[in-house]
């Protein structure tokens, strides 16, 4: 595969993991651990383990599929290769708005921690900005715009320079909350007060997969990393791996710290005694110098990852241009830079847009976030499609036990989509349901040069009955709002029969060829990239 193309391959393995690892820990680490502890109690530590595990299988296939076809937002273009522009443009879409929408969210927490010193940047008695605040959010906004259009390596130094205070900050904490540690803490009020269900909504509403959605921006630079086929298996795996293991030291380390006391309350109180969990810990352990430091990552850690998410989504808007089913000049790419600009002005303006102080706002933290999920759940679909349609792929990483893996991974994203509850599941599967009745209406505008329409809708149907399929089991489960008619584990064990039915349905629903194009062999600025003829 030729190195000549229109995006600059300047990214090392050093930079990719620290991509990753910086998308990891953006704001949820500073929030996350008093939540978890409100809805689980001490067993909430295995929560992190637990999400970790399943974030491990999803990315041992993403290592696979980043190797075999490193392609810059290779995470919209996989399942278009796979089963067509259909599915990838209902997965495209959920994507975007997740991504955009949490570059807001970024900058968000950047204002109401810079609030904590200056409070005029807050509207008194809520958590939405005043005209100072949005201009500041708006200001951070063009910072991240202009980072990302001057060079890539202008973003991955900034990002670098960024991240050496980013992991200083937790490591520090741990060593610290380590000499308060009171193991009695852990049996005071029950380890496992509200049960597995309460596991479940930490991982899920806790904010624990929220933490772990570090691994699009690794996929999406792919077409910018030095030797691809090795690098990025490594970083996935590496950033995986050492953010399991802070977040579940962060977590023992704060319950353990908490002074017992407080805990007479009940283990649902803690969010609100601890809403800024490390900071107010610090302060209630009298480490003014700690908290004064938590501060200032609160601020910093946020806006890096708004940074990173400012550069993996305008890539994700240029993959999903190059499918064919957004308009043709969000896939140009500035030939001297190496930057998708159109696709970067798009994500800056929509980023902007989400800004706007929605009545929704929480509700669709939460929406964005079970849409990544969903986007996760699509890799091990199309990973194992392509063993039937793109036989003869070269795969430089091969994942021993795909078989068991691929499926696995999917049943474990179903349960954490169907943990995150009725509400969240109902906007986010009903938008999907209508993009896919608006793509019919306008079938005449869709991309049917390589795959026939009649062969995108056949091979989208496990999808929809899959979008169907959840709709129902949540309204009617045990789980966040759900009726309760259908009560735990009966629930559960009907989601793992049902994914893994529409897993295998998928599986061989794809097209009948895999179409996969050459994106390393385009002209920069290409106007009116077109689908190659199957390459693999």
Known sequence: MSDQGP????????????????????????????????????IGSFSWIIGGLIVLLIGFVYAE???????????????????????????????IVA???????????????????????????SDSPTIAGWLLQFALLCLFFLLNYWSVKAFTKSNVIISIFKYFVPLTIIVVLAFHFKSGNFSTEGFAPFGFQGVQAAISTGGVMFAYLGLHPIVSVAGEVKNPQRNIPIALIVCIVLAAIIYTLLQ????????????SNGWPKIAQEFALPFK????????????TIVVLDAIISPGGNGNIFMNTTSRLVYAWSRTGTLFNVFSKVNEKTGIPRPSLWLSFGLAVFW?????????????CSVALILSYAIAPISSAAFRINAKDLHKPFTLKGMNIIAPLSFIFATYIVYWSGWKTISWLIGSQLLMFIIYLLFSKYVPTKDVSLSQQIKSSWWLIVYYVMMLII??????????????????????????????????????????????????????????KGPTA
Do not use: C, M
Request: hydrophobic share 50%; aromatic share 12%; net charge negative.
């Open 7 to 42: 995006f600059k391959k300047s990214i090392s393995l050093l930079d990719l993991i620290l991509i990753g690892l910086g998308a990891i820990f953006g704001s949820a680490w500073l929030f996350a651990v008093s939540n978890v502890a409100s809805k689980a109690g001490p």
């Open 65 to 95: 599929l980043g190797a075999a076809l490193p392609r810059t937002g290779g995470i919209l273009r996989y399942p278009v290769y796979s089963h067509g522009p259909l599915v990838g443009y209902l997965i495209s879409f959920i994507t």
């Open 99 to 125: 991504y955009t929408s949490l570059i807001s969210i970024e900058v968000t927490a950047v204002r109401q921690y810079v609030a904590y010193w200056f409070p005029g940047l807050t509207k008194a008695g």
């Open 252 to 263: 023992v380390l704060f319950i353990g710290a908490i002074p017992t006391d407080i805990l």
């Open 280 to 291: 107010d810990i610090a302060v209630a352990l009298g480490l003014g110098w700690l908290a």
């Open 355 to 367: 800004t706007l102080p929605f009545p929704s706002w929480n509700a669709l933290v939460n929406v």
């Open 474 to 531: 949540s309204y009617i489960g045990s789980f966040g709002g759900g009726k309760g008619i259908l009560g735990n584990p009966w629930d559960l064990i009907i989601i793992a029969i049902g994914a893994l039915a529409i897993y295998f349905w998928a599986k061989y629903s794809g097209l009948p060829k895999a179409i996969i194009d050459n994106d390393d062999e385009d002209i920069a600025g290409d106007e009116n990239p077109e689908l």
